[in-house]
């Protein structure tokens, strides 16, 4: 069993920052990928950056150049830096993390910015 659990998630100022992390846990071997996604209020669950097994990142294009993904293999946790916030920044961030054909979400953290 795999848990996941974020934390640094928090109001912020439009332009302001937030660092999220990201700590796993439990059987944890062969990761395929590890990354956060977010969910708006009415919309579906979104990619936001993640890395591969080859240490690939992938961000989405409404955050690149705004937040940078990072991890501690030791620790086996991803950040995510989120800089210049904006307003449509404002969801609830999971982490994930996908081990063969497993997938794995921690609880969410939730980010909002105000304008």
């Known amino acids: 069993q795999v848990q996941l659990v974020e934390s640094g998630g928090g109001l912020v100022q439009a332009g302001g920052s937030l660092r999220l992390s990201c700590a796993a846990s439990?059987?944890?071997?062969?990761?395929?990928?590890m990354g956060w996604y977010r969910q708006a209020p009415g919309k579906q669950r979104e990619l936001v950056a993640t890395?591969?097994?080859?240490?690939?990142?992938t961000y989405a294009d409404p955050v690149k150049g705004r937040f940078t993904i990072s991890r501690d293999n030791a620790k086996n946790t991803v950040y995510l830096q989120m800089n210049s916030l904006k307003p449509e920044d404002t969801a609830v961030y999971y982490c994930?993390?996908?081990?063969?054909?497993?997938?794995?979400w921690g609880r969410g953290t939730l980010v909002t910015v105000s304008s």
């Open positions: 439990g059987r944890i071997f062969a990761i395929n990928n």
């Open positions: 994930h993390l996908r081990m063969g054909f497993q997938n794995y």
């Open positions: 890395f591969t097994s080859d240490d690939i990142t």
